[in-house]
């Protein structure tokens, strides 16, 4: 079983950056490719970001693709969102999940899918306002 903890969330205004964190409860977090997903209220849940397992693949949903940068520390069992010029529409609920590694055709081939996922964090809140 593995726990994440989601932080960093808060009100920021328009133009203006976050750094979300998730961190991981497993001694194996190498073992996992990770992804962010967001959800707004009256929204199905979105793909946002994944990262695989060693940090070297990175997919990107489009509309944060040269805004949002993911990364990771395996040595602190953390995964990051680095979120710059925001915008009022990327006002959501942030969920992490962690999914254990295994070979794929792409590396990042099905991470956009939140089914694929094992285990999800709690969430936390960004609102930007206008």
């Known amino acids: 079983q593995v726990q994440l903890v989601e932080s960093g969330g808060g009100l920021v205004q328009a133009g203006g950056s976050l750094r979300l964190s998730c961190a991981a409860s497993?001694?194996?977090?190498?073992?996992?490719?990770m992804g962010w997903f967001r959800q707004a209220p009256g929204k199905e849940r979105e793909f946002v970001a994944a990262?695989?397992?060693?940090?070297?693949?990175?997919d990107y949903a489009d509309s944060v693709k040269g805004r949002f940068t993911i990364s990771r520390d395996n040595a602190k069992n953390t995964v990051y969102l680095q979120m710059n010029s925001l915008k009022p529409e990327d006002t959501a609920v942030y969920f992490c999940a962690a999914v254990r590694y295994r070979p794929r055709s792409i590396a990042t081939l099905g991470l956009r899918i939140g089914d694929e996922y094992d285990y999800w964090g709690q969430g936390t809140q960004v609102t930007v306002s206008s």
């Open positions: 990262i695989t397992w060693s940090g070297l693949n990175t």
């Open positions: 497993t001694r194996t977090f190498s073992n996992y490719d």
